[in-house]
T-cell receptor, first 111, second 116 residues
Framework: DAKTTQPTSMDCAEGRAANLPCNHSTISGNEYVYWYRQIHSQGPQYIIHGLKNNETNEMASLIITEDRKSSTLILPHATLRDTAVYYCIVRVGRYGNKLVFGAGTILRVKS | GAVVSQHPSWVICKSGTSVKIECRSLDFQATTMFWYRQFPKQSLMLMATSNEGSKATYEQGVEKDKFLINHASLTLSTLTVTSAHPEDSSFYIC????????????FGPGTRLTVL
């Protein structure tokens, strides 16, 4: 699976949009981009995933560049409860494939 | 999303004893489940892939005789930490993959193991 690069940490004001970047320049054509987050002392929570089109759900939006070498997770109106470690993972979307976690981005939402 | 549960949520045991952790997929069947370990301030480290009806596949450096994995049904996988020692104290997390379009994985809430 392709590796990803994320900033170590980011701050965001409560109520503002949080934009979390991820670089995956070696991504293959059949690899998806997945985003998870982990709030302190909890299991990771699935957020969103995509292949090449932009995706949106009730939690977030995922913007994937046309060349698929990078993506941005957008939390439209960040709240204090969104403070967590956010993981961007690239993986072939085939059943049984494991997820390999990197260091992720620590997002701190501040009032 | 799909729900994965773990039991117990935390456990304290004496050094030398064995501890069993259960992972269940509550509303879907999972042929494959995964076990992770997470030390404080570190990321999740994959320990093994649990396959229903067959032996688990362990990641390099993980002792299969110490971390016994059983996947007896499509909704239950267990991890047994045998002869636990203080260095085994960690946060253990399981995940299960769905058979949907893109095979998303969902995680349990984790089990905090403390070995005295």
């Amino acid at each position: 699976d392709a590796k990803t690069t994320q900033p170590t940490s980011m701050d965001c004001a409560e109520g503002r949009a949080a934009n979390l970047p991820c670089n995956h320049s070696t991504i293959s054509g059949n690899e998806y981009v997945y985003w998870y987050r982990q709030i302190h002392s909890q299991g990771p929570q699935y957020i969103i995933h995509g292949l090449k089109n932009n995706e949106t759900n009730e939690m977030a939006s995922l913007i994937i560049t046309e060349d698929r070498k990078s993506s941005t997770l957008i939390l439209p109106h960040a709240t204090l409860r969104d403070t967590a470690v956010y993981y961007c993972i690239v993986r072939v979307g085939r059943y049984g494939n494991k997820l390999v976690f990197g260091a992720g981005t620590i997002l701190r939402v501040k009032s | 999303g799909a729900v994965v549960s773990q039991h117990p949520s935390w456990v304290i045991c004496k050094s030398g004893t064995s501890v069993k952790i259960e992972c269940r997929s509550l509303d879907f069947q999972a042929t494959t489940m995964f076990w992770y370990r997470q030390f404080p301030k570190q990321s999740l480290m994959l320990m093994a892939t649990s396959n229903e009806g067959s032996k688990a596949t362990y990641e390099q450096g993980v002792e299969k005789d110490k971390f016994l994995i059983n996947h007896a049904s499509l909704t239950l996988s267990t991890l047994t930490v045998t002869s636990a020692h203080p260095e085994d104290s960690s946060f253990y997390i399981c995940s299960a993959g769905t058979s949907g379009r893109d095979n998303e994985q969902f995680f349990g809430p984790g089990t905090r193991l403390t070995v005295l």
